[in-house]
């Protein structure tokens, strides 16, 4: 059986970024048919990645497009960010599900300041690994030196592959390039079918937020999506908040008893004693429980046309549970505008039991909500210690 | 042995957004048409909150022209779970909506009145984004105002796995679960779950005829001037009958339909480069398609 890679795609407007996506998702046969009959030519390819009417009529983005496609060995969830306007608050959406992000750049420019800020973005939402696309390679005469050049160029936190390709031609997008034998290296297919991404959820420290409640003749199982690690039945865990122990006595995975459960699946737990858990709490094993606070620490990307400011009341999202907060610290000190990036403390009304963005990106993320209009407004990653 | 494959990773999102919604909100209802993707969303949430009952109801926008066996289907998986029927013909027989051959343009009304009439705060929808470039925009949970409709610069953005259910009164969230699946998926988990379908999913002779391009079975919508031909069909979507069109195949299992998903696909990537041949291969999806 084959497994989900999420992978999201970032680059300049010039760059050849939709030109690429139309490229793997049509070299991929993952078109459809009336899609296809707009392609006359290679380069109508970035039409498949085309907006909608509103978007082309009223000039504006409706920020993240998803798209499909499969291979025998893997299924790709492609968030597909546009690179111009809110570029900021598009890849952070995109990003932040993703397990690999492939940053596309013109062979003849380089790696760019916007190039930069893209692969920041990508290190900060801690994609795991980043594909450079180096992308025209027909432009420069397919020059190994020019490719050299920009594959060095790039700094990132996680594992960076680069690829010389050309996305009008096809070479090493799907099929391997005929003008690069001087490159031995995967197609970017080829690399999407096999990455490791070095995200390993189930290495992480068991989690399970509290979702639902599933009440059956006085039985109580408690619903929820597990964001990392293992769980065995009969293992010691706690329930934060609140921080009583008790053991699993049994985990259900939809419906199936099972005697153990592993990240991502959704599963449902029996515990071993009469304990008050509800939605928003969260079990974790007595060994590895993360702590609770309520001075939350976190750098946010603000999201929203209105300002975050520093005594603004907001609501804290963090996995299922949330609470009402005051912004009490934003370090430039002063508001956050649209697409700004900057480190905030939030004072919460009740505990939360949080996990450093850097060790768990679905435990130690949180989102900021307009108490008022309901607006998400910031995307938090939290720093814990 | 900690692995898990694409059907179980989307299963386990789809149960997660379920349970989220039904954790977040009052009154959520699911939109059951009897159609392959309702019946999957049904299967999800009967697993998702096993083994206790699903805890929302259903509700179908019957257009009173629904295929039969479609009907029989669901009344059949429907028994001892609460189903709410909007009739189109209800609204056309007390002349609150017009009697037009084709009804699919007038569910908006009766499904918009029902969610009114049920309180409901939140509707699942079995819509996929792969269907088309609107739907590729769409979120998760996704916020229409009173008059149900879709403002897509009042979307919020949707990171990680934290989906915003906040709404006004009067506001309700869509909600698709199934969101990241593809036509293939469904498939394919239908055949790994062993789900059953309504039987006009797999080949069948039937009497049909053209309009315009696609076969479809007489009715007050036509076919009584036209030449009625049998055909070996099957239908890859179920709707009103008025406009839903059948594709010829011989697919009678859940495996072959699989194996004619994947063999198009194949056909498709033989055409390496030459544009005739994906051209060629355009016309014959668009066939394939029906209604499309």
Same mark, same amino acid.
């Given at each position: 059986?084959?497994?989900?890679?999420?992978?999201?795609?970032?680059?300049?407007?010039?760059?050849?970024?939709?030109?690429?996506?139309?490229?793997?998702?049509?070299?991929?046969?993952?078109?459809?048919?009336?899609?296809?009959?707009?392609?006359?030519?290679?380069?109508?390819?970035?039409?498949?990645?085309?907006?909608?009417?509103?978007?082309?009529?009223?000039?504006?983005?409706?920020?993240?497009?998803?798209?499909?496609?499969?291979?025998?060995?893997?299924?790709?969830?492609?968030?597909?960010?546009?690179?111009?306007?809110?570029?900021?608050?598009?890849?952070?959406?995109?990003?932040?599900?993703?397990?690999?992000?492939?940053?596309?750049?013109?062979?003849?420019?380089?790696?760019?300041?916007?190039?930069?800020?893209?692969?920041?973005?990508?290190?900060?939402?801690?994609?795991?690994?980043?594909?450079?696309?180096?992308?025209?390679?027909?432009?420069?005469?397919?020059?190994?030196?020019?490719?050299?050049?920009?594959?060095?160029?790039?700094?990132?936190?996680?594992?960076?592959?680069?690829?010389?390709?050309?996305?009008?031609?096809?070479?090493?997008?799907?099929?391997?390039?005929?003008?690069?034998?001087?490159?031995?290296?995967?197609?970017?297919?080829?690399?999407?079918?096999?990455?490791?991404?070095?995200?390993?959820?189930?290495?992480?420290?068991?989690?399970?937020?509290?979702?639902?409640?599933?009440? $059956? =003749?006085?039985? @109580? &199982?408690?619903?929820?999506? %597990?964001?990392?690690?293992? !769980?065995? *039945? /009969? #293992?010691?865990?706690? +329930?934060?908040?609140?921080?009583?122990?008790?053991?699993?006595?049994?985990?259900?995975?939809?419906?199936?008893?099972?005697?153990?459960?592993?990240?991502?699946?959704?599963?449902?737990?029996?515990?071993?004693?009469?304990?008050?858990?509800?939605?928003?709490?969260?079990?974790?094993?007595?060994?590895?429980?993360?702590?609770? $606070? =309520?001075?939350? @620490? &976190?750098?946010?990307?603000? %999201?929203?046309?209105?300002? !975050?400011? *520093? /005594? #603004?009341?907001?609501? +804290?999202?963090?996995?299922?549970?949330?609470?009402?907060?005051?912004?009490?610290?934003?370090?430039?000190?002063?508001?956050?505008?649209?697409?700004?990036?900057?480190?905030?403390?939030?004072?919460?009304?009740?505990?939360?039991?949080?996990?450093?963005?850097?060790?768990?990106?679905?435990?130690?993320?949180?989102?900021?909500?307009?108490?008022?209009?309901? &607006?998400?407004?910031?995307?938090?990653?939290?720093?814990?210690? | 042995?900690?692995?898990?494959?694409?059907?179980?990773?989307?299963?386990?999102?789809?149960?997660?957004?379920?349970?989220?919604?039904?954790?977040?909100?009052?009154?959520?209802?699911?939109?059951?048409?009897?159609?392959?993707?309702?019946?999957?969303?049904?299967?999800?949430?009967?697993?998702?909150?096993?083994?206790?009952?699903?805890?929302?109801?259903?509700?179908?926008?019957?257009?009173?022209?629904?295929?039969?066996?479609?009907?029989?289907?669901?009344?059949?998986?429907?028994?001892?779970?609460?189903?709410?029927?909007?009739?189109?013909?209800?609204?056309?027989?007390?002349?609150?909506?017009?009697?037009?051959?084709?009804?699919?343009?007038?569910?908006?009304?009766?499904?918009?009145?029902?969610?009114?009439?049920?309180?409901?705060?939140?509707?699942?929808?079995?819509?996929?984004?792969?269907?088309?470039?609107?739907?590729?925009?769409?979120?998760?949970?996704?916020?229409?105002?009173?008059?149900?409709?879709?403002?897509?610069?009042?979307?919020?953005?949707?990171?990680?796995?934290?989906?915003?259910?906040?709404?006004?009164?009067?506001?309700?969230?869509?909600?698709?679960?199934?969101?990241?699946?593809?036509?293939?998926?469904?498939?394919?988990?239908?055949?790994?779950?062993?789900?059953?379908?309504?039987?006009?999913?797999?080949?069948?002779?039937?009497?049909?005829?053209?309009?315009?391009?696609?076969?479809?079975?007489?009715?007050?919508?036509?076919?009584?001037?036209?030449?009625?031909?049998?055909?070996?069909?099957?239908?890859?979507?179920?709707?009103?009958?008025?406009?839903?069109?059948?594709?010829?195949?011989?697919?009678?299992?859940?495996?072959?339909?699989?194996?004619?998903?994947?063999?198009?696909?194949?056909?498709?990537?033989?055409?390496?480069?030459?544009?005739?041949?994906?051209?060629?291969?355009?016309?014959?999806?668009?066939?394939?398609?029906?209604?499309?």
């Amino acid at each position: 059986m084959s497994t989900l890679l999420r992978l999201a795609t970032a680059g300049s407007v010039d760059d050849g970024k939709s030109t690429l996506v139309g490229r793997l998702l049509h070299d991929s046969k993952s078109v459809m048919s009336d899609q296809l009959e707009k392609i006359a030519s290679p380069s109508d390819l970035a039409l498949l990645t085309d907006g909608l009417r509103a978007e082309r009529e009223q000039g504006i983005t409706i920020d993240v497009a998803y798209r499909y496609f499969a291979t025998p060995r893997r299924r790709f969830v492609l968030a597909d960010t546009p690179g111009h306007v809110q570029y900021t608050r598009n890849m952070v959406t995109g990003a932040s599900t993703a397990e690999l992000v492939v940053l596309v750049v013109d062979a003849r420019r380089g790696v760019t300041e916007q190039t930069r800020r893209h692969a920041a973005v990508a290190g900060l939402l801690r994609v795991p690994s980043l594909v450079l696309a180096v992308n025209k390679m027909d432009l420069v005469g397919w020059s190994e030196e020019v490719f050299a050049a920009i594959a060095d160029d790039l700094d990132y936190p996680g594992e960076v592959t680069a690829i010389p390709i050309s996305a009008l031609t096809g070479d090493n997008v799907v099929t391997p390039s005929e003008h690069m034998d001087w490159y031995a290296g995967p197609t970017v297919l080829e690399f999407l079918e096999t990455a490791e991404t070095g995200e390993d959820l189930t290495a992480l420290p068991a989690r399970l937020p509290v979702q639902y409640v599933i009440k $059956t =003749r006085g039985r @109580r &199982a408690y619903a929820g999506q %597990l964001t990392g690690g293992i !769980l065995h *039945v /009969g #293992e010691r865990v706690v +329930v934060q908040p609140g921080g009583r122990t008790t053991t699993v006595a049994g985990i259900d995975v939809l419906g199936e008893p099972v005697t153990m459960a592993w990240a991502p699946q959704s599963i449902a737990v029996r515990l071993a004693d009469d304990l008050d858990v509800s939605r928003g709490a969260l079990i974790s094993p007595a060994a590895t429980a993360p702590g609770t $606070t =309520r001075e939350l @620490r &976190a750098t946010v990307c603000h %999201l929203h046309e209105k300002a !975050l400011t *520093v /005594g #603004e009341k907001v609501l +804290v999202k963090h996995t299922t549970r949330t609470v009402h907060a005051v912004v009490e610290h934003i370090g430039t000190g002063g508001p956050l505008g649209v697409n700004d990036i900057g480190d905030v403390v939030v004072r919460t009304a009740a505990d939360l039991a949080v996990d450093d963005y850097a060790e768990s990106r679905i435990t130690g993320a949180c989102l900021l909500i307009d108490p008022g209009d309901g &607006a998400t407004r910031s995307a938090g990653m939290i720093s814990v210690g | 042995m900690t692995t898990t494959t694409h059907l179980e990773a989307l299963e386990a999102e789809a149960a997660h957004i379920m349970r989220e919604t039904a954790g977040e909100f009052d009154r959520p209802v699911l939109l059951f048409s009897g159609g392959k993707d309702s019946i999957v969303m049904l299967h999800v949430a009967a697993k998702a909150f096993a083994p206790a009952p699903v805890p929302f109801p259903l509700l179908h926008v019957d257009t009173g022209h629904n295929f039969p066996e479609v009907i029989e289907f669901r009344d059949r998986v429907t028994a001892g779970l609460r189903l709410e029927v909007a009739s189109v013909q209800d609204y056309i027989d007390r002349g609150a909506l017009p009697d037009v051959p084709e009804r699919n343009g007038l569910q908006t009304t009766p499904l918009l009145d029902a969610i009114e009439a049920g309180g409901h705060d939140a509707v699942f929808g079995g819509g996929r984004r792969d269907e088309e470039k609107a739907r590729a925009k769409e979120r998760v949970f996704s916020l229409r105002d009173e008059f149900g409709g879709w403002d897509p610069r009042r979307q919020r953005p949707e990171l990680w796995n934290l989906y915003n259910g906040r709404h006004n009164p009067g506001e309700h969230v869509r909600v698709f679960p199934l969101s990241n699946w593809t036509e293939l998926d469904v498939w394919q988990y239908i055949a790994a779950e062993d789900i059953a379908l309504p039987s006009i999913y797999y080949a069948h002779e039937r009497a049909v005829f053209d309009r315009r391009g696609m076969w479809l079975c007489p009715g007050a919508w036509g076919g009584h001037g036209e030449r009625l031909v049998r055909r070996t069909v099957r239908y890859r979507t179920v709707g009103d009958m008025s406009c839903t069109g059948a594709v010829e195949s011989a697919a009678r299992t859940p495996g072959e339909v699989i194996e004619e998903i994947a063999a198009s696909r194949i056909t498709e990537r033989g055409a390496t480069r030459a544009d005739d041949r994906l051209a060629e291969a355009a016309m014959e999806d668009r066939k394939r398609e029906g209604y499309f």
